[in-house]
């Protein structure tokens, strides 16, 4: 854990000096520097005295380099063309078992077949009208309209309308470790 490289860094990025730190906080020059080349590692509570005077959560201190916020730019996403009903599922971000899609389906384009796979999953309809079928439950779904259902029971998505539709979806499934 790099503990000491991350209060360097949010440390000169407020533009803050060692001096500056051991005033407020109580703590020697000499101790902070141990802390900020990793020589030495400091208590939680004196990890809290340190976030508290950089003004940012404890936890944060605490987290890995990939456990940190992750931005993909709109330019940078990737995306799958179903080549079978020329949906275009655009990847907008994942974090651990969640991710969220947007899925552009043409006029009278579908997901196929009822199809199942682990997890949940979360919709919203941005723009269009659908059919969504799930076991014996059917809904028509027009812009604005949310829905979910448990993705291991079969299910199936239809634009019904005339134009393209765009729904928004959040899907969990378990990490396997």
């Given at each position: 854990m790099?503990?000491?490289?991350?209060?360097?860094?949010?440390?000169?990025r407020?533009?803050?000096?060692?001096?500056?730190?051991?005033?407020?906080?109580?703590?020697?020059?000499?101790?902070?520097?141990?802390?900020?080349?990793?020589?030495?590692?400091?208590?939680?509570?004196?990890?809290?005295?340190?976030?508290?005077?950089?003004?940012?959560?404890?936890?944060?201190?605490?987290?890995?380099?990939?456990?940190?916020?992750?931005?993909?730019?709109?330019?940078?996403?990737?995306?799958?063309?179903?080549?079978?009903?020329?949906?275009?599922?655009?990847?907008?971000?994942?974090?651990?078992?969640?991710?969220?899609?947007?899925?552009?389906?043409?006029?009278?384009?579908?997901?196929?077949?009822?199809?199942?796979?682990?997890?949940?999953?979360?919709?919203?309809?941005?723009?269009?009208?659908?059919?969504?079928?799930?076991?014996?439950?059917?809904?028509?779904?027009?812009?604005?309209?949310?829905?979910?259902?448990?993705?291991?029971?079969?299910?199936?998505?239809?634009?019904?309308?005339?134009?393209?539709?765009?729904?928004?979806?959040?899907?969990y499934?378990?990490?396997?470790?």
């Amino acid at each position: 854990m790099d503990i000491g490289s991350k209060i360097r860094a949010i440390r000169n990025r407020k533009k803050i000096t060692i001096a500056q730190m051991c005033e407020e906080t109580g703590l020697s020059k000499g101790f902070i520097s141990n802390v900020e080349n990793n020589n030495t590692s400091p208590s939680i509570s004196t990890l809290q005295t340190i976030a508290n005077f950089l003004n940012v959560p404890l936890p944060y201190l605490l987290l890995e380099k990939e456990q940190h916020m992750s931005v993909i730019r709109k330019n940078e996403r990737e995306f799958t063309i179903s080549t079978d009903s020329d949906l275009k599922v655009e990847h907008l971000a994942s974090r651990g078992g969640l991710s969220i899609r947007q899925v552009e389906i043409p006029p009278g384009a579908s997901t196929g077949v009822k199809k199942a796979h682990e997890g949940e999953e979360c919709h919203l309809v941005l723009k269009g009208k659908i059919l969504a079928e799930q076991g014996e439950d059917s809904f028509i779904l027009e812009d604005g309209d949310t829905f979910s259902w448990c993705a291991s029971v079969p299910h199936f998505v239809k634009n019904i309308g005339d134009e393209v539709a765009v729904v928004l979806i959040a899907v969990y499934s378990e990490v396997s470790e």
